[in-house]
């Protein structure tokens, strides 16, 4: 392959990548580990951003899907969630979003279903979650952006004696 032909497949390959992502949120951050306002659940959630997206998993050596990420941070604190993003919706108590603390968990309708995706609230109106193979990793997402503000069908407190 000539050096033009190599630059030419690398411009290609790079624009079919981009469009792949057209409907992916976009405003990603990432959000420093040496915050000392985190709680410890936070800073564990956030030490595991870029851990790849694997559905099905719940580990870090494997990889997680959004409920499997949610349960394998909150397992780690002692704290037993059910394994899915429904039912974990379904069995924890609602909290208004104007009362979302760090640790809180933030629910999404992104296929039709009323709590098909979940993240943790982090701060400053940021979550960290699995959020599917295309995105490819765990990620910080922010909850003003314009698709997460779309989707959101709201948040639960997970943690006994948080609010």
Not at 89 to 103: V, Y
Request: aromatic share 10%.
């Amino acid at each position: 392959m000539t050096l033009i032909s190599l630059i030419r497949f690398s411009l290609l390959l790079t624009l079919v990548l981009l469009a792949g992502c057209g409907s992916t949120p976009k405003k990603e951050a990432t959000i420093p580990l040496n915050t000392s306002s985190h709680p410890p659940l936070v800073k564990y959630a956030l030490s595991l951003q870029g851990t790849p997206y694997r559905y099905g998993k719940d580990s870090p050596e494997e990889g997680f899907d959004c409920s499997g990420f949610v349960k394998h941070v909150y397992q780690q604190q002692g704290i037993r969630l059910p394994r899915t993003a429904k039912d974990m919706a379904t069995s924890l108590p609602p909290i208004s979003k104007q009362k979302l603390q760090a640790g809180d968990l933030v629910f999404f309708d992104i296929n039709g279903k009323l709590f098909s995706h979940v993240g943790i609230y982090v701060d400053n109106d940021h979550f960290i979650h699995a959020p599917s193979q295309r995105t490819g990793h765990v990620i910080v997402s922010d909850l003003k952006n314009e698709y997460w503000q779309k989707h959101f069908t709201g948040a639960r407190c997970p943690a006994p004696n948080h609010h």
